[in-house]
């Protein structure tokens, strides 16, 4: 019992140390560059570009404001 837990023991640390590597091979988020934002046309929301649902010139958070269109 005691080399099952021992062998068990070693292959999670086996495990660990192979995730960490990987970790640390990946480029981190920041390094792909800024992402382009946009303002919602309805409530003044600051989100990313691609995230945008637009109509009419004008880019919106999500479609109950598209469909409820510009603030004034």
């Known amino acids: 019992m005691a080399k099952f837990l021992l062998f068990?023991?070693?292959?999670?640390?086996?495990y660990?140390?192979?995730?960490?590597?990987?970790?640390?091979s990946r480029p981190p988020p920041a390094a792909r560059g800024p992402e382009a934002m946009?303002?919602?046309a309805h409530c003044g929301?600051?989100?990313?570009?691609a995230e945008a649902v637009s109509d009419a010139g004008h880019d919106y958070c999500n479609e109950d404001h598209r469909r409820?269109?510009?603030?004034s």
């Open 8 to 14: 068990i023991a070693v292959l999670a640390v086996i």
């Open 16 to 24: 660990a140390l192979l995730r960490a590597s990987s970790r640390r």
């Open 38 to 40: 946009t303002q919602c």
């Open 45 to 49: 929301l600051h989100f990313p570009k």
């Open 68 to 71: 409820l269109g510009v603030r």
